[in-house]
């Protein structure tokens, strides 16, 4: 059974970085797409990032194109999101998941019926 563990979580001041972390034990993650969610207080959990089971293919949500990037590293089965330029609107409790999906060269963060297995999150907060 796959387990997603998310770390790398904390307080920022707006303009910093973190790196969050999604390390997968159970399965090898090469068979999965991994997608990053979020969920501010208040508000329904939404997609942000994705990489497909491949590899090569990755999607963001318009609202973190071009501060946020998401890459993996199969050797330590874990997937990072690297966060820059970090806004207040980016704090939220921040999710990974797996969707099994082997062979696929691209992912999708549009529904989060697609994915099976979730970790239980990282808090990122982004106050000055």
């Known amino acids: 059974q796959l387990q997603l563990v998310e770390s790398g979580g904390g307080l920022v001041q707006p303009g910093g970085s973190l790196r969050l972390s999604c390390e997968a034990s159970g399965s090898p993650l090469n068979n999965y797409a991994i997608g990053w969610f979020r969920q501010a207080p208040g508000k329904e959990r939404e997609g942000v990032s994705c990489?497909?089971?491949?590899?090569?293919?990755?999607k963001y949500a318009d609202s973190v194109k071009g501060r946020f990037a998401i890459s993996g590293d199969t050797t330590k089965n874990t997937v990072y999101l690297q966060m820059n330029s970090l806004k207040p609107d980016d704090t939220a409790v921040y999710y990974c998941?797996?969707?099994?999906?082997?062979?696929?060269?691209?992912?999708?963060?549009?529904?989060?019926?697609?994915?099976?297995?979730w970790g239980q999150g990282t808090q990122v907060t982004v106050s000055s």
């Open positions: 990489i497909a089971s491949r590899g090569f293919f990755a």
């Open positions: 998941a797996a969707n099994w999906s082997p062979g696929q060269i691209v992912c999708e963060v549009d529904s989060l019926a697609r994915y099976e297995h």
